[in-house]
């Protein structure tokens, strides 16, 4: 029996709208990784801290209302973990003090402000951080390599899918997790510290707090994504890549420690920017914190969208190389 109308035949099913296409990619790459059991262990433990820091704004709340217990271990807490003006200004809001003027209401709503500050800036600075590290090393090394060893760059490619598209959605990929671990418990201890305020007027004195969570993410997870797709592009190996995402991260904590002893104050911010970790907790603290102070830090800045551009831009170009026949 003959086989008859052999070739090319027009699509009578759904087209997906060329701004969503990355969708598609990303999509693979998210359910992908999440066969990964190593990933979901990590992802389980990196909500351990933000958990711990919720029942710290718990008790706060609770101290402010009735002191007790809850009062005292919130001390202890600040007492072992937090600096000397930040210890004062949550000590003033729940010692008892009384807010029945202006005044004191405005100490008890700078108290609260600070305090949970001082806990999204651990959060970020000692605990998510730390975990980005491995999350991203098991989701972004085998995103690129693998398609350029499997051809299936020539797959994606051959359907309507530019190369902007394709990045989007490899860096979606990450994106995923790496938000869901920052920005999503970031912004979960902010409403949950709302909802067990005595109103609504603090709302009015911690708008701030969102706009700096969000900075924050994004200064944290951008440079770090496009960096590791980078490496992911330079090379058909996963295992490289693996192993030069986290040499840059130990190397450069190695090169900080060693050569911290021997720096000035003109050097310290080159010490500090040798090492990835340091880099982003200066950023993080800078953007958190209003307290702190963090000199040069433009330069800290520059660097960080140096580390941005020129990934994106060995990335793309990367990526450009398989199809350039």
Do not use: C
């Amino acid at each position: 029996m003959p086989i008859h109308n052999l070739g090319y035949r027009e699509w009578s099913g759904p087209l997906e709208s060329p701004s969503s296409r990355w969708t598609v990619v990303a999509g693979i790459g998210i359910r992908r990784a999440w066969q990964s059991a190593w990933l979901r262990r990590v992802m389980f433990f990196a909500w351990i801290p933000a958990v711990a820091m919720g029942f710290m704004i718990f008790l706060h709340a609770r101290a402010i209302s009735d002191g007790g217990i809850s009062a005292r271990l919130v001390l202890s807490f600040a007492d072992i973990l937090l600096k000397t003006e930040d210890r004062m200004a949550i000590g003033e809001s729940i010692r008892g003090l009384p807010t029945s003027g202006p005044e004191d209401q405005e100490k008890l709503i700078k108290g609260q402000h600070q305090f949970w500050s001082s806990l999204l800036l651990i959060l970020f600075q000692r605990t998510q951080v730390f975990l980005l590290v491995p999350i991203i090393g098991l989701i972004a090394p085998p995103l690129i390599s693998q398609d350029v060893r499997s051809r299936a760059f020539l797959l994606y490619f051959s359907r309507p899918l530019s190369k902007t598209q394709y990045v989007l959605g490899k860096a979606a990929t990450i994106l995923t997790y790496t938000t869901i671990v920052t920005l999503l418990p970031g912004l979960l201890l902010y409403t949950v510290g709302v909802l067990l305020s005595q109103d609504l007027s603090i709302l009015n004195y911690t708008w701030d707090l969102p706009l700096r969570i969000v900075a924050v993410t994004a200064t944290i997870t951008v440079p770090s994504t496009l960096l590791a797709l980078m490496f992911s592009s330079l090379t058909t190996e996963s295992r490289y890549a693996s192993f030069a995402w986290f040499s840059v991260w130990i190397f450069g904590a190695a090169t900080h420690a060693a050569m911290l002893p021997f720096s000035t104050s003109e050097t310290n911010v080159v010490i500090r920017s040798l090492s990835l970790y340091h880099l982003y907790r200066d950023v993080s603290g800078w953007l958190l914190d209003l307290n702190t102070t963090v000199t040069d830090i433009e330069t800290r800045i520059i660097i960080l969208l140096a580390i941005t551009v020129i990934s994106f831009a060995i990335l793309m170009r990367r990526i450009a190389a398989p199809m350039k026949i």
